[in-house]
């Protein structure tokens, strides 16, 4: 009872009202979650009324399951390639485009900057129908599909790679850099053995953002493809929410879900395990002197 009424008279002033705030916001985002993933295990038809569970919706339904039925398994192919090539063309794109942008010393360089914003500001559906009117009225040798999608993810997450990699690039300055230059490296050696390590969790923060944007995105897959052979999970999760809807639907997107948080524990899982390679020696301690022994061999 005593600690019931120090917690109620709150001697210290603690900030409870945000903390309460803060869980009710939590379970209020994350409940329609919960709950669309509990009844993709449902064992009946029904999305509102459980009726037992059951993996039928995910692997044994002959039928309409995610592993039987052909346009749910092709929607899930294509969301993962997509988003596996958007990081593999934006991250690399845009880590040497931040680096042009911190070292572009002019006056238009301010501009790029400012334009390297628009993607964030402009509404989605402008880009979405933008890109359809460039690929089907300018350049007809890209098709609509994966390549015309391809090329509205990377336009879409790129702006994210830019600005993360130039803020990670001013918080390092080019001290370092510049040492390994007097330590004798060649600027090749500097980017590889200096920089790069330095990048590597904005790179890892990069390819994160990179990978939710594309998998999540609808407005741009939706623009971009030229029917059910291009159709990403989100695209068909709403052409199929309107007919004859199971939980199927419920467990494609679950898939999507557990891909997102399977990325998330990989990459946690990589900078542990750097973190703990490198033990307690600071990155730029350890970038130093990779130079160093190169300069000695």
């Keep these: 009872m005593k600690r019931v009424r120090t917690w109620i008279a ?129 350049f007809d040798g890209i098709s609509l599909g994966r390549p015309a999608q391809l090329i509205g993810h990377v336009t879409l997450s790129l702006a994210y790679v830019v600005i993360i990699t130039r803020s990670r690039l001013l918080t390092i300055g080019p001290d370092l850099e510049l040492a390994a230059r007097d330590l004798g490296a060649s600027p090749l050696q500097a980017v590889r053995l200096v920089l790069m390590p330095l990048l590597a969790p904005a790179v890892i923060a990069s390819a994160v953002i990179v990978f939710a944007t ?36 419920n467990a494609l997107a679950t898939c999507i879900l557990i891909a997102t948080i399977a990325a998330l524990i990989l990459i946690f899982s990589v900078i542990r395990g750097v973190r703990r390679r490198s033990g307690d020696e600071d990155a730029s301690t350890s970038a130093l002197r990779s130079v160093a022994d190169l300069e000695v061999l």
């Design 214 to 249: 594309s998998i999540d995105d609808f407005v741009v897959s939706s623009f971009l493809s030229n029917g059910a052979g291009s159709e990403t999970v989100p695209v068909k999760l709403y052409g199929s929410i309107r007919g004859g809807a199971t939980p199927a639907l």
């Design 10 to 138: 709150n001697p210290w002033g603690q900030p409870r009202a945000l903390v309460v705030i803060t869980w009710l916001y939590v379970v209020w985002s994350l409940a329609p979650v919960a709950v669309a993933v509990l009844f993709s295990f449902n064992s009946g038809r029904s999305r509102s009324v459980w009726q037992g569970f059951s993996l039928r919706w995910y692997w044994t339904d002959p039928f309409l399951s995610v592993r039987n039925d052909p346009t749910l398994r092709h929607a899930l192919a294509n969301s993962l390639i997509l988003a596996a090539l958007a990081i593999l063309v934006a991250v690399p794109l845009g880590v040497a485009l931040a680096v042009g942008m911190v070292r572009w010393r002019s006056r238009t360089a301010r501009a790029t900057r400012v334009g390297m914003l628009m993607p964030l500001v402009t509404p989605e559906l402008v880009i979405g129908t933008s890109l359809f009117l460039v690929f089907t009225q300018l």
